[in-house]
């Protein structure tokens, strides 16, 4: 069998499907050329030609099927070796953009097309302006990065075969730098007919704190304090005790303590 039957089989069966000349498969039941015939018939795979000329096909040595690239990509290594045929029409799918992956993208109004960028025709992710499902190609895209967040398997090809696919992110906050902040009003300490500004539970949270803030919106604004739970406090006020132990026995990290909003 030639490097290039099984892709001369694949091929012919789905222009023929495509045409609707009735299915015939000429192959002995069981054999891979069978196969080759009914996955090409079927649609499960499209030997798609390269923009730059080159083909995508399949090649056999008798023991394994390998999936051949055009050259760009099997200097990155792409080419691989199968043990069955199906495992490498499978792969080669993921490796270029099939019709069943285009007829997928048109029915959400978008897909890729060809497109000339330096001199070199690439693919590119646009709306389907026969469909008009999107105002333009931004829309497109967005719509396409959020199928791809949900694991749409076409959206997320269509981003990695364009190169739009997102870098992947790395959580700025981990377990390693998350806070637990509490607060409370110095009139839930001290109780309503006390004015806090003037109580030496409020000289001294304003002495010990770590972080004074005014400016929090509240019309002229309200103090409030930070009291840093990692610190070690003296002379804690009696009323500020027992605030100051129940933050430590719920591993708070700060006490945001306020006169009020």
Not at 105 to 116: C, P
Not at 189 to 194: A, K, R
Not at 215 to 230: I, Q, T
Request: hydrophobic content about 40%.
């Amino acid at each position: 069998m030639s490097n290039a039957a099984l892709n001369t089989i694949v091929d012919n069966a789905k222009q023929a499907s495509g045409i609707g000349i009735p299915k015939l498969n000429p192959y002995e039941p069981g054999t891979n050329n069978y196969l080759a015939y009914e996955l090409g018939w079927e649609g499960e795979v499209t030997l798609v030609e390269r923009l730059d000329g080159q083909v995508f096909g399949l090649s056999w040595d008798g023991v394994e099927y390998h999936s051949d690239v055009p050259f760009d990509l099997a200097e990155s290594g792409e080419g691989r070796y199968h043990e069955t045929i199906e495992e490498a029409l499978e792969y080669l799918q993921t490796l270029c953009w099939t019709t069943a992956d285009s007829a997928a993208a048109q029915a959400d109004g978008w897909d890729l097309f060809e497109t000339i960028v330096d001199g070199k025709v690439v693919l590119s992710l646009q709306r389907d302006d026969d469909e008009d499902s999107f105002p333009d190609d931004a829309a497109a895209l967005s719509f396409v990065r959020n199928a791809a967040s949900t694991g749409n398997r076409v959206a997320l090809k269509a981003l990695e075969l364009t190169g739009l696919a997102a870098p992947e992110t790395k959580p700025i906050f981990n377990a390693g730098n998350k806070s637990t902040i509490g607060d409370i009003s110095m009139s839930d300490i001290l109780g309503e007919d006390v004015e806090p500004e003037a109580s030496p539970e409020w000289a001294w949270v304003q002495e010990n704190a770590s972080y004074a803030h005014r400016d929090n919106g509240k019309g002229a604004g309200v103090w409030e304090f930070m009291l840093n739970m990692s610190r070690t406090y003296k002379d804690i006020p009696e009323k500020l005790v027992p605030v100051l132990a129940d933050a430590r026995e719920n591993d708070l990290s700060y006490i945001l303590i306020h006169n009020g909003t």
